[in-house]
């Protein structure tokens, strides 16, 4: 890992359901950020082009007007809106950890995917991780990706990797990616909410509210913990009452980005109910100090005990 650099949490508001306005807005904050120095800036899940807040919506005939609407703004990869992304990284030299609506490539096919699109400061794609499992209603809107998409990325920044809001709450795959030998993780999340008594039974963080509502904290935190990794979290943020009158029942928008480092101790935020850019300076040493204390690859390991079995094939409509 470089022994200290500038990272960045982008939070910024989609152009809601609009591609080309989104990418737009995603480009001219790489940018900024790039001209402040940072090496590496995380934008929220899916903030191409936005949330599905209208993914339980009822009846049918509403629903799939929606999703088709959805469709058309999804980011093809690679295509022009992609290039429009590759030349502001490699104007900036900065890493892009990028959120987006995927649509399927396959011909033939619309399926979309809830994706983390990744970028090099040379402004090159170096890949994308795929979310494995969407959660609940999610799985009307996207299909899941495969352990080809089970990716860490070696980089002059270090070995950076990103998992997708609820990927982060699946013991195994926290396991895989340390295993994989990553040490500067991005967490996309759809917002920060309060869970007031199932995960069923979310709404809208609040000013007023603890910060200590919202699993987002906890996840982050143990994940830094657990992995020795250093954290860059964003979250989705939507201005309260901005959504279409479809997204109320699930509008959770909120925010939430932090940093952390590989103790679990906050760099930066959380930050909430706001656009913002969170930075921090993310250095060598603090993920040493912890090594030093607890490495889960090393000598806080039992492989004699337990271990991990991993699948990375790439899944196809046709094969052997």
């Avoid at 209603?137 to 996207?142: A, D, I, L, N």
């Amino acid at each position: 890992m470089k022994e200290r650099f500038l990272a960045a949490a982008a939070q910024i508001s989609p152009v809601y359901m609009q591609l080309g306005p989104t990418v737009e807005k995603v480009c001219q904050t790489i940018r900024e950020v790039g001209s402040q120095g940072a090496e590496l800036v995380v934008f929220p899940e899916v903030v191409i082009p936005g949330y599905p807040y209208w993914r339980g919506l009822y009846p049918v005939p509403e629903w799939t007007a929606w999703m088709v609407r959805y469709q058309l703004n999804s980011l093809v990869i690679p295509s022009n809106y992609t290039d429009r992304l590759c030349e502001a990284a490699r104007e900036a030299r900065c890493f892009c950890v990028i959120g987006c609506s995927e649509r399927s490539g396959w011909a033939g096919s619309e399926t979309l995917y809830n994706t983390a699109l990744f970028i090099n400061g040379e402004g090159v794609i170096v890949g994308k991780h795929r979310k494995l499992m969407p959660t609940h209603g999610e799985r009307m809107v996207w299909g899941m990706g495969d352990g080809s998409d089970l990716q860490v990325f070696e980089t002059s920044l270090g070995r950076i990797g990103a998992l997708i809001c609820y990927e982060h709450h699946m013991t195994l795959l926290k396991a895989a990616m340390a295993a994989l030998g990553e040490e500067i993780h991005c967490a996309l999340w759809a917002g920060y909410w309060v869970m007031e008594s199932h995960p069923g039974a979310k709404r809208r963080w609040r000013a007023g509210d603890s910060t200590d509502l919202c699993e987002v904290a906890y996840a982050n935190r143990e994940y830094a913990f657990e992995t020795q990794n250093f954290v860059v979290s964003a979250g989705n943020y939507d201005p309260a009452g901005s959504l279409p009158s479809e997204c109320s029942a699930w509008d959770i928008g909120s925010g939430g980005s932090a940093i952390l480092n590989p103790a679990g101790l906050y760099l930066a935020g959380p930050a909430l109910d706001q656009e913002a850019i969170l930075w921090a300076e993310l250095r060598a040493e603090d993920r040493q100090k912890t090594k030093a204390y607890i490495d889960t690859l090393g000598h806080y390991s039992r492989f004699d005990v337990v271990r991990l079995c991993m699948n990375k094939s790439k899944l196809t409509p046709a094969g052997p």
